[in-house]
Nanobody, 123 residues
Framework: QLQLDVSGGGLAQAGGSLTLSCAASARTAYRYGLGWFRQAPGQEREFVAPISWSGGSTWYSKSGKSRFTISKDNAADTVYLQMNNLKPKDTAVYYC????????????????WGRGTQVPVSS
């Protein structure tokens, strides 16, 4: 069991930047990967980016590529999502989730979910 504490959400302006943090308190014997998802109002939950335990395996969804960056601080057991050049279409509730490696890109691949944080992006 993992406890995932998410912070950093809030109102942002189009063209601005925001960084989300997800601090993990591990209560499992297995190594795990972390991923970011988001869910816009009335839409299905969408994959954004994953990161492996080592931090060496990362990639991005179409929506996040070139604008978002995922990183990990192993000492603090915290994963970050740096979002640049935000657009109104990025408005959503963002989620941090954990999965036993290898990391996947589907909602069903993740076993533990943190509390969502709202990110409204104004025009």
């Amino acid at each position: 069991q993992l406890q995932l504490d998410v912070s950093g959400g809030g109102l942002a302006q189009a063209g601005g930047s925001l960084t989300l943090s997800c601090a993990a308190s591990a209560r499992t014997a297995y190594r795990y990967g972390l991923g970011w998802f988001r869910q816009a109002p009335g839409q299905e939950r969408e994959f954004v980016a994953p990161i492996s335990w080592s931090g060496g395996s990362t990639w991005y969804s179409k929506s996040g590529k070139s604008r978002f960056t995922i990183s990990k601080d192993n000492a603090a057991d915290t994963v970050y999502l740096q979002m640049n050049n935000l657009k109104p279409k990025d408005t959503a509730v963002y989620y941090c989730a954990a999965t036993k490696e290898p990391v996947g890109t589907g909602v069903g691949d993740y076993e533990q979910w943190g509390r969502g944080t709202q990110v409204p992006v104004s025009s």
